[in-house]
């Protein structure tokens, strides 16, 4: 059931916590490795007023075929380990023409064949619809909470752009990959509808 490495860290409670402090900005631990989800996540935080922390470390990721799910049973198992609020986000990448793959497997797919290997795959398809999809699981001390975005687009039939990460040069939206709009994909990606609703219910928002 558990695949991922898993080191963890006993963290104390006022790290974990997602008090306001005294300005009235809002704080909050985000549970990722990957430091460019981190760093987009940090951005849109700025504009909610949320300062989002970050404790860069691998987690138990259950396995399994539902984005959601996942999500919501790796925070429920880290919520032992981590002694207060915090949140954690997975996301994929769903091909249409491969029935959704990688889907909940993007991660290894991304680390053994790669951008390289999905363009192989992808070679002479004509459908070249995809998506991205971001499930954030958000343990609030007592219960874990889901909140999901997604952004329709297209595999591109070569890498381009040098910004982002992960499929970002292959993944394309509007005719730019989101590897070429750099700061614009955190308008539109899937990580921003997410957080939008995400963001906006711990600080109050409609
Ligand atoms: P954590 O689980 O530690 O947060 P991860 O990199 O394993 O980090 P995911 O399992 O959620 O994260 O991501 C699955 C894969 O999809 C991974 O290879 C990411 O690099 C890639 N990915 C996620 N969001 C992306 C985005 O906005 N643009 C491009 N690739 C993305």
């Not at 987690?59 to 915090?86: K, N, T, W």
């Not at 680390?111 to 609030?140: C, E, H, P, Q, W």
């Given at each position: 059931?558990?695949?991922?490495?898993?080191?963890?860290?006993?963290?104390?409670?006022?790290?974990?916590?997602?008090?306001?402090?005294?300005?009235?900005?809002?704080?909050?631990?985000?549970?990722?490795?990957?430091?460019?989800?981190?760093?987009?996540?940090?951005?849109?935080?700025?504009?909610?007023?949320?300062?989002?922390?970050w404790?860069?470390?691998?987690?138990?990721?259950?396995?399994?075929?539902?984005?959601?799910?996942?999500?919501?049973?790796?925070?429920?198992?880290?919520?032992?380990?981590?002694?207060?609020?915090?949140?954690?986000?997975?996301?994929g990448?769903?091909?249409?023409?491969?029935?959704?793959?990688?889907?909940?497997?993007?991660?290894?797919?991304?680390?053994?064949?790669?951008?390289?290997?999905?363009?192989?795959?992808?070679?002479?398809?004509?459908?070249?619809?995809?998506?991205?999809?971001?499930?954030?699981?958000?343990?609030?001390?007592?219960?874990?909470?889901?909140?999901?975005?997604?952004?329709?687009?297209?595999?591109?039939?070569?890498?381009?752009?040098?910004?982002?990460?992960?499929?970002?040069?292959?993944?394309?939206?509007?005719?730019?990959?989101f590897?070429?709009?750099?700061?614009?994909?955190?308008?539109?990606?899937?990580?921003?509808?997410?957080?939008?609703?995400?963001?906006?219910?711990?600080?109050?928002?409609?």
């Open positions: 059931m558990l695949l991922k490495t898993k080191k963890i860290k006993k963290i104390n409670k006022q790290q974990a916590n997602s008090e306001k402090s005294e300005g009235g900005l809002v704080k909050i631990l985000f549970v990722t490795s990957n430091e460019g989800k981190f760093r987009e996540v940090e951005e849109i935080g700025k504009e909610f007023g949320v300062e989002v922390r404790l860069k470390m691998e987690y138990e990721e259950v396995q399994g075929d539902d984005l959601e799910e996942i999500a919501r049973r790796s925070a429920e198992l880290l919520s032992d380990e981590i002694r207060g609020p915090f949140f954690i986000e997975d996301s990448l769903f091909i249409d023409a491969l029935k959704g793959f990688p889907g909940p497997y993007s991660s290894y797919v991304f680390k053994t064949i790669g951008n390289d290997g999905i363009l192989k795959v992808m070679d002479g398809v004509s459908n070249r619809k995809a998506k991205f999809r971001a499930v954030i699981a958000y343990f609030d001390g007592e219960r874990v909470r889901t909140f999901i975005g997604e952004v329709h687009g297209e595999i591109a039939t070569e890498k381009r752009g040098g910004m982002g990460f992960g499929f970002d040069p292959i993944f394309e939206y509007q005719g730019k990959t590897a070429e709009m750099g700061e614009e994909k955190n308008e539109v990606s899937h990580r921003r509808k997410a957080l939008d609703t995400f963001f906006g219910s711990i600080v109050g928002m409609p």
